[in-house]
């Protein structure tokens, strides 16, 4: 049908030399292939089950596919069940052909596999690893990478530890809940000194306990302080909900980080920052790592950053 074609118009007369030696090909070559496709054509020419080829693209796969359920990395003994259950193979060739072209993988810079030292759970087995596709690995580390950098950076304005500073929010916080008829309990005051004076916060806490009150709050106050405030959100939707509840104008992320989609990534990035000194994002529990990544990139140093989200 269409594949035929698009794999036709790609190859032209090396379509059956090229498909023949390395089905697997036509994944990276043919929008619109994946592995399973790829993996039909393979087996109608007589591929063997555990060709390295095979076994190689089916790991990608099921990575893929772990990304998609939320997961960064697999472990090694998932990762030999799933070899076993996707690529149809016996225990013995799911294990037999893992560390080999677990390699190739690695020096292709498609996997990096860490030893499972590096995380909570330990594991009895000293040969178990932790499985991430490239990308993933690297996202999760720029996450972390930024965070350190935007913590560590002084704050622009002002010293939040002087207590001028904390006498005039006080005040502040006096007048404006006075003049909005707003109380705020004894948590939501924390949160509220908390933000002004922190590099990075997390606000959370389910519906219902005033995480949006607090939230407003926090807005006013850095306004009232003269700083560049600006919001986001994931979602179109919870962009709009942030706007209509403070009162301020919220993106999406990908509108503020300027999504260019000829181009395929955002033109706002580690080399071209936002020019913002309060950066909120709510509803940060949907936040992907990928994402969270190209966000927390793009915020300059002496930003302050305000995540808030669900408890879970």
Same mark, same amino acid.
């Given at each position: 049908? !269409?594949?035929?074609?698009?794999?036709?118009?790609?190859?032209?007369?090396?379509?059956?030399e090229t498909v023949s030696k390395n089905p697997y090909q036509l994944i990276k070559a043919?929008?619109?292939?994946?592995? =399973?496709?790829?993996?039909?054509?393979?087996q109608s020419i007589g591929l063997e089950l555990d060709h390295p080829q095979r076994i190689? +693209?089916?790991?990608?796969?099921?990575?893929? &596919?772990? $990304?998609?359920?939320?997961?960064?990395?697999?472990? %090694?003994?998932?990762?030999?069940?799933?070899? $076993? %259950?996707?690529?149809?193979?016996?225990?013995?060739?799911?294990?037999?052909?893992?560390?080999?072209? *677990?390699?190739?993988? +690695?020096?292709?810079?498609?996997?990096? !596999?860490?030893?499972?030292?590096? #995380?909570?759970?330990?594991? +009895?087995? #000293?040969?178990?690893?932790?499985?991430?596709?490239?990308?993933?690995?690297?996202?999760?580390?720029?996450?972390?990478?930024? /965070?350190?950098?935007?913590?560590?950076?002084?704050?622009?304005?002002?010293?939040?530890?002087?207590?001028?500073?904390?006498?005039?929010?006080?005040?502040?916080?006096?007048?404006?809940?006075?003049?909005? %008829?707003?109380?705020?309990?004894?948590?939501?005051? &924390?949160?509220?000194?908390?933000?002004?004076?922190?590099? /990075? =916060?997390?606000?959370?806490?389910?519906?219902?306990?005033?995480?949006?009150?607090?939230?407003?709050?926090?807005?006013? &106050?850095?306004?009232?302080?003269?700083?560049?405030?600006?919001?986001?959100?994931?979602?179109?939707?919870a962009a709009q909900r942030l706007s209509e509840v403070s009162g301020e104008p919220a993106?999406?992320?990908?509108?503020?980080? $300027?999504? !260019?989609?000829?181009?395929?990534?955002?033109?706002?990035?580690?080399?071209?920052?936002? #020019?913002?000194?309060?950066?909120?994002?709510?509803?940060? !529990?949907?936040?992907?790592?990928?994402?969270?990544? %190209? =966000? *927390?990139?793009?915020?300059?140093?002496?930003?302050?950053?305000?995540? /808030?989200?669900?408890?879970?």
């Amino acid at each position: 049908g !269409s594949t035929a074609q698009k794999v036709m118009k790609r190859f032209g007369d090396e379509t059956i030399e090229t498909v023949s030696k390395n089905p697997y090909q036509l994944i990276k070559a043919i929008r619109g292939v994946g592995f =399973l496709t790829a993996d039909k054509i393979a087996q109608s020419i007589g591929l063997e089950l555990d060709h390295p080829q095979r076994i190689q +693209e089916g790991i990608l796969y099921i990575l893929n &596919l772990a $990304e998609e359920q939320g997961h960064c990395y697999t472990d %090694s003994k998932k990762l030999i069940e799933q070899i $076993e %259950s996707v690529l149809n193979l016996t225990q013995n060739q799911a294990q037999t052909s893992l560390g080999t072209n *677990l390699i190739s993988l +690695e020096q292709e810079l498609r996997v990096v !596999s860490l030893s499972e030292k590096v #995380s909570e759970n330990f594991s +009895e087995d #000293s040969n178990a690893k932790l499985h991430y596709l490239e990308s993933l690995y690297l996202c999760e580390l720029g996450v972390a990478n930024n /965070i350190t950098r935007i913590l560590k950076a002084d704050f622009q304005t002002m010293d939040p530890m002087s207590p001028r500073f904390q006498e005039r929010v006080e005040t502040w916080i006096n007048q404006y809940t006075k003049k909005t %008829s707003i109380s705020l309990n004894e948590e939501q005051l &924390l949160a509220v000194k908390k933000a002004v004076k922190s590099k /990075i =916060l997390i606000l959370t806490g389910g519906p219902g306990v005033g995480k949006t009150t607090t939230a407003n709050t926090i807005i006013r &106050l850095f306004k009232a302080m003269g700083k560049h405030v600006v919001l986001a959100a994931p979602t179109g939707r919870a962009a709009q909900r942030l706007s209509e509840v403070s009162g301020e104008p919220a993106k999406t992320i990908h509108r503020l980080l $300027e999504w !260019s989609a000829m181009e395929f990534s955002f033109k706002k990035n580690s080399d071209n920052k936002l #020019s913002a000194q309060v950066v909120i994002i709510d509803e940060s !529990s949907m936040l992907d790592v990928r994402l969270a990544h %190209s =966000l *927390l990139e793009a915020i300059p140093e002496h930003a302050q950053v305000i995540l /808030i989200g669900d408890v879970d």
